[in-house]
């Protein structure tokens, strides 16, 4: 049995006799190549199954290209319809293998082999299709790839042009997880006491989600429910697929150069490992950690863990329990201030009732001790006048006693100073009398009492 080549669909089937193989009915094109849309090539005479056979073969209608070698075609042309027949005989499909001289080229390209127990296929990896990679594969690793069986025209190699893969398990995701957290730790984006704490009573809170998406929806119920006057600002960004990286990153930098928002709150619902993929790229991580606002993040359920977690100032389980941790419930508050406003009113009052009492109290002993003071002092008072008045002369001259003054005032203390016909005054206790000396004085020693 041959085979041939289906008209429309490129793939190889088996051909009902050698005369239907038609790999080559093509013509030559006019730059030398093959044009693989020329029209069929004639058939040949043959005899049927019942004639006799002849000798010698039947004349060649025209000359098919690469049937004789005045019609030989380049190798550039074989190479190129090698790869359509080969692209056309193998729809994209999964291969198993174990990874194997794995290289990372400069420009971005992977190239590795793919081997079991007999054979191996090279692999090529273009850099435009490792952004739904998560890392690289490793030598020795046991993957699944989705690809494209080709051939490289400027080699005429057969390889497998890979567009996606999966490690067994969770090998790829670990790994590219793994290795952006330890970046991430290296750098002190995940050490606790970077961690911020969240206004406690925030007027505006931004939400960058999808606005189609249930977490919003989640969101505004719980807001609306516990504080309604918080205003919700939302941020639109895609949350997977294509450009969700970039739409994240650009959102959040948006809310941070606005500076507006108390809050704001990442996240997205539930998922599966693919669809919350982009809230563990390092891009969108660096840009939440950098938000120059208190951050939240809620990405799926509470069995997810994403990097967006790790980095924010507070991780929680579900977009509905971030909105619960970013408003208060206005009843609550509302509750506490009349309790607190009751609590202050009766603190006041006993406090104003404590201070009448005390400056009652404090009246009273003031009163008491200013009595006592003054008790005190006119005692001492009256003792010190008593003094006073026994060492007061009016008291010696109420006792019987004269003072002898001249006519200046001048005190006459002596005998000796009373001279015949001086003139004098004697100051008695209620008066003064005037005195003349008739003869003369004698000097006396009156004797003194004894001391003590």
């Not at 073969?57 to 004789?68: I, K, Q, S």
């Not at 193998?90 to 082999?113: I, Q």
């Not at 809170?205 to 929806?217: E, M």
């Amino acid at each position: 049995m041959s085979v041939r080549r289906e008209r429309g669909t490129g793939r190889l089937a088996a051909a009902d006799s050698p005369n239907e193989l038609d790999l080559f009915s093509v013509l030559e094109s006019g730059d030398g190549e093959a044009d693989l849309t020329s029209r069929p090539r004639a058939r040949r005479k043959g005899r049927s199954a019942s004639a006799p056979r002849s000798e010698s073969p039947p004349p060649l209608v025209d000359a098919e290209p690469g049937a004789r070698p005045d019609s030989a075609i380049s190798i550039s042309t074989l190479t190129r319809i090698a790869k359509d027949v080969v692209e056309g005989a193998f729809m994209p499909l999964w291969v198993r293998g174990e990874v194997s001289d794995f290289k990372a080229h400069r420009n971005g390209h992977w190239y590795f082999c793919l081997r079991d127990e007999s054979s191996q296929l090279r692999c090529v990896v273009w850099s435009r299709d490792r952004q739904r990679i998560p890392a690289a594969p490793d030598d020795g690793m046991q993957l699944s790839a989705l690809g494209q069986l080709t051939v490289y025209p400027a080699r005429g190699d057969i390889q497998f042009r890979i567009t996606a893969m999966e490690a067994a398990g969770d090998g790829l995701w670990r790994k590219a997880l793994e290795l952006s957290i330890a970046r991430l730790r290296e750098e002190g984006l995940l050490a606790a006491e970077r961690k911020r704490q969240l206004v406690a009573f925030p007027r505006r809170v931004a939400v960058v989600t999808s606005p189609d998406g249930a977490a919003l929806h989640d969101i505004l119920a719980v807001v609306r429910r516990r504080c309604p006057v918080v205003e919700i600002v939302v941020v639109p960004a895609r949350v997977q697929g294509e450009g969700a990286v970039e739409e994240l990153v650009a959102a959040i930098e948006r809310v941070s150069r606005w500076g507006d928002a108390d809050t704001v709150i990442v996240g997205r619902g539930g998922g599966a490992r693919e669809d919350l993929w982009a809230f563990n790229d390092e891009r969108v991580a660096r840009a939440l950690a950098g938000c120059a606002v208190p951050t939240i993040s809620a990405v799926g359920h509470e069995v997810d863990v994403t990097l967006c977690d790790m980095v924010a100032d507070l991780r929680a389980p579900t977009p509905s329990a971030a909105a619960e941790a970013a408003v208060p419930v206005l009843a609550d508050l509302r509750a506490q201030l009349s309790s607190c406003a009751a609590a202050m009113k009766g603190g006041l009052q006993r406090r104003t009732a404590f201070a009448r009492s005390q400056l009652v109290r404090g009246t009273r002993d003031l009163r008491s001790a200013a009595q006592r003071t003054t008790e005190r002092r006119r005692a001492r008072l009256e003792g010190a006048a008593g003094r006073l008045h026994a060492l007061s002369p009016l008291a010696t001259l109420a006792r019987g006693y004269a003072v002898a003054r001249d006519r200046s005032g001048k005190p006459l203390t002596n005998a000796a100073s009373f001279t015949p016909g001086l003139h004098f005054q004697l100051v008695l206790s209620d008066g003064e009398v005037p005195a003349t000396v008739d003869g003369a004085v004698e000097e006396q020693k009156i004797p003194h009492p004894p001391t003590r």
